[in-house]
């Protein structure tokens, strides 16, 4: 367990001080929450403030390219039956946002942290976890994201050694791959729906074989490891085969999965599944995602999908036809500014849906819903969309800057 926290130095206490005026500042010129400006201000008034405002937590990682926001958010609050939880619950995970999360928990006991994939070793050194949840790897933001056979090969150098428990996803060859260097690892059988990024060997470059759920090498006998947890339809297997039933009252089997992993988790922090997953329950969104919001009289689920992976996830959601669609893909700085990933997500499961199309690059996805042969409208923004959508509920999914603009305009 985490010991009592010791009184930061004369500088780390300067530096947390600045950082939260920059904050302050930030937020009141409507520039969002603040915690990354703040952390950098901090950062650069005390480079080794994250390992200070860290070393009194029980820190657990969490780093995947899909998942992560909301495996963090369910791993927090089963943690929370044990004692107090500081996360960075919004995602800001790199380590500016980071270190802004860290500095406002010096009462918790646990910190659970949600790391973009590209930073894992690097936070890990900083602040030595306790545990790290490994969930999955695959293409995202192929402008300035590392390829994911190298991400895995950084994870893999960074994560050797460690004396963190490592809860990693069996399915994942990628993921098995980079956990395989470290002494201690707990595997949970999560699934794996996206599979595109993982057809070749990450030790030898073979090509992978997939006979039902398993996986393996032909050529050099890298196989998938016995997992000791496993997703089974509504329920979690714990080591003893004990089966525990999912309360969720987030959508769909990633979100299953994701509970899976966090039970494995909070077992690990001596919770029990049974508490860890009625605990979960009480998660109803994930910083906005999938909440239901009444806009000029309509009902509108908001669903976020980043990457091709996170598309398919998410299709999977959206009721039978003719349950109107809203599709928003913007490419800025923050989604990465590549869109050739359209081309990659298999747009015909929308068939027979009406859709909408907006957002900075909805010419691009224009583009790609007519080579996929699917029926769709060009609008100008949300609120035209939204009046050009037949009755029902209205689905709308957008990536990630395209989602903040939809919350904006609909009032969450």
């Known amino acids: 367990m985490a010991g009592n926290p010791e009184p930061l130095s004369a500088r780390a206490k300067l530096a947390v001080t600045a950082g939260r005026a920059a904050a302050a500042v930030s937020r009141a010129a409507g520039r969002g929450s603040g915690s990354v400006i703040g952390g950098k201000v901090a950062l650069r008034l005390d480079p080794d403030l994250l390992a200070e405002v860290a070393h009194h937590l029980d820190i657990v990682l969490v780093s995947a390219t899909n998942g992560k926001t909301t495996t963090t958010r369910l791993i927090a609050e089963a943690l929370r039956a044990n004692g107090g939880v500081v996360s960075n619950a919004l995602g800001a995970n790199m380590p500016a946002g ?7 928990g010096s009462d918790a006991q646990y910190g659970v942290i949600e790391v973009d994939e590209k930073y894992l070793a690097t936070v890990a050194r900083d602040v030595t976890p306790k545990a790290i949840a490994l969930l999955n790897l695959s293409r995202d933001q192929l402008d300035r994201a590392a390829e994911t056979r190298m991400l895995a090969e950084r994870w ?5 050694g460690s004396k963190a428990v490592i809860i990693a996803n ?18 949970v059988a999560a699934g794996q ?8 060997c990450p030790a030898c470059g073979g090509v992978m074989q997939r006979p039902g759920d398993d996986w393996f090498c032909g050529e050099c006998g890298f196989r998938r490891p016995t997992p000791s ?20 009252q987030l959508p769909g089997r990633a979100n299953k999965a994701n509970a899976a992993t966090s039970a494995a988790v909070a077992a690990a922090f001596g919770v029990p599944p049974q508490t860890a997953l009625e605990r979960m329950h009480a998660v109803t969104a994930v910083a906005g995602r999938y909440d239901v919001v009444t806009f000029q009289e309509r009902e509108v689920r908001l669903l976020l999908a980043k990457n091709p992976a996170g598309w398919l996830e998410t299709f999977s959601l959206i009721d039978a036809p003719p349950a109107p669609v809203i599709l928003s893909v913007n490419a800025r700085g923050a989604d990465g500014t590549d869109t050739s990933w359209l081309w990659d997500v298999d747009y015909s ?14 010419l691009d996805l224009a583009v790609r819903l007519e080579v996929a042969g699917v029926d769709f409208q060009v609008c100008e923004n949300a609120v035209a969309a939204v009046r050009a959508c037949p009755p029902g509920r209205i689905e709308a999914i957008a990536n990630y800057t395209a989602f903040q603009d939809l919350r904006r305009v609909v009032g969450n």
């Open 98 to 104: 980071i270190t802004s999360a860290l500095a406002g």
């Open 229 to 248: 947890w496993a997703l089974s339809g509504d329920e979690v297997l714990d080591p003893h085969g004990s089966a525990w039933p999912i309360k969720l």
């Open 170 to 187: 069996a399915d994942d060859p990628l993921v098995v791959w980079a956990a395989s260097s470290s002494p201690n690892v707990v595997w």
């Open 193 to 200: 729906e996206w599979k595109d990024d993982a057809w070749s």
């Open 349 to 362: 499961k929308l068939a027979g849906h009406p859709i909408c199309v907006i957002g900075d690059r909805r």
């Open 156 to 160: 893999r150098e960074g994560l050797s």
